[in-house]
Structures are given as C-alpha cells and as structure tokens.
C-alpha cells in the first residue's frame, strides 16, 4: 500500500469539495488548514490561489510530518520558496482570532471529541464573512460493521458521527449562517486486514468509535478475515460550507435582501 492508496478517501474528498469553489467569487489571502492530509488539500488550494498564504493544525504529530514531508519533495515549495506553519494542537484549541479568509477542514472535525467548541473554534479563526468547508462522516459510517459487533456482543458507540442536518443546526448556532450541507455514499471493500486498519488509522475512523471491549472488537474484525471473508465498509460522507457570522453591537441586527427569483 503506497502512500497515494492510503490517502485515496482524503483525495477525492478534496477533489470534491475542491470543484464547489469554481463559482466562488472572494480570493482568500488567508487559509488555514484544520486537519493534514498528506498536503491533497493545500496542493489543490494552492493551484486555484496561488497568491494565499497557508497554516496547518492537527493533534497527530505523524500527520503533520507526512504532510510536511510531500511539499518538500514537490514543486510548489520549491519554485516558491514558500513553506507552511504547522501546529500539533487539538482542533477544539482556540485559534487566533480572524487571522483567515477561509478554513478548510478535510476529515478533521474526526479527531475531536465534540464537534461544537470546534464550530467555535473555526469561527473564531474567521474574518467577517469568511468561508468554512469542511469534509465529515455521517452517522451511517461503518453502520454494518458495528452492527455486527453489537450482534457479537460488543457494544460500540459512534459519538463524532452526525447526522448532516444536526451539524448544520450546530454551525448556524455557533458562529455561522447559511450552512450547506449534503451527503454520499462510498463504498469500500477489503479482503486484507492490514489494509483495513491502515485506512481506519488514516481516516480516524477506528479511534473515533466508543467499545465495551476494543481489544474483542479488533480480534472480531481479523477472524472475519481469518475466516476469508471480505469485510464491506461503507462511508457516509458529509460535505458542508457555511459562512461566518458577523458579529455586531448590542441592540442591532442585520438586514438580509435577496434578489427576485426569475
């Protein structure tokens, strides 16, 4: 497994969101990156605004090392001289206050253990009207697995996976309006188990998920390969871009008009 295999999810999720930036019309300066993911983001980011400035924060210290390690043997840091500030801190960690143009987050949020002080966090990283996106798992994510186990007898809780509509009821009440939210389906399948848990490791997946007994959940996932089974993951996706919400005096309100459709 090399490394573009690993990163495949993390690719196309980011080529994805990368293609709903075609009609935006802002250029930002300013990116900050919520989450490494082997530099797929920035590169694509980097193409579509040359000029922008980037920042890369991620608890996984490995992560950030793998990141850092593709821009030093690309193009890009080399014709430009330019490198990017990495920090190995928890997404919910305050950033520094409105310091981006645009925060992008592809499979991020997955490392944290509540999803709202990191809504906070990100709108707080945000100038007046700056733009999130951000790539997650759904609530559907690994459904037929963990049903499996919980029929085996091991209890597995999915506390960082969401329902696309409730993250988007949690962005508009923590620092944004208009969120966008929408969803897909990917469907994975392994006939080898140090595939499968090299790309739960990559996704986050497997350390996201509440067990009565990991060490039984692990040992039943391998029989399931022992046994020449092949194991069918599949993942919800979520998409979601919402903008930050302008912060204004007390007393006043703002005033939204929207042009007649035709």
């Not at 993911?37 to 490995?62: G, N, T, V, W």
């Not at 430009?80 to 500030?85: C, E, H, L, M, Q």
Request: hydrophobic share 45%; net charge neutral.
């Amino acid at each position: 497994m090399n490394r573009s295999d690993r990163w495949a999810v993390h690719r196309l999720l980011a080529h994805n969101t990368d293609q709903r930036l075609q009609l935006l019309r802002s250029v930002p300066k300013q990116i900050v990156l919520a989450g490494a993911d082997a530099d797929e983001s920035r590169r694509l980011l980097a193409a579509r605004y040359p000029q922008a400035a980037f920042a890369e924060y991620d608890p996984r210290a490995a992560f950030l090392q793998e990141a850092a390690a593709v821009r030093q043997t690309g193009l890009w840091q080399k014709l430009t001289g330019k490198a990017v500030p990495q920090y190995c801190r928890s997404l919910a960690e305050p950033l520094p206050e409105a310091v981006a143009d645009m925060l992008w987050s592809n499979l991020g949020l997955i490392t944290a253990s509540r999803p709202v002080p990191v809504f906070e966090s990100w709108a707080r990283a945000l100038k007046p009207d700056g733009l999130l996106f951000f790539t997650h798992f759904g609530i559907g994510s690994l459904s037929g697995l963990t049903g499996r186990l919980n029929e085996a007898g091991i209890t597995v809780n999915a506390p960082m996976l969401f329902d696309m509509h409730d993250l988007g009821d949690m962005l508009f009440h923590h620092g944004f309006y208009d969120p966008v939210m929408d969803t897909a389906k990917l469907e994975l399948a392994y006939r080898r188990p140090e595939t499968f848990w090299q790309d739960m490791e990559t996704l986050g997946l497997w350390a996201s998920l509440d067990f009565s007994d990991e060490a039984a959940a692990r040992a039943a996932v391998n029989q399931m390969f022992a046994a020449g089974e092949t194991l069918n993951a599949a993942l919800e996706t979520v998409y979601g871009h919402a903008v930050k919400r302008r912060q204004l005096p007390a007393g006043e309100s703002e005033v939204r008009f929207y042009p007649k459709p035709r």
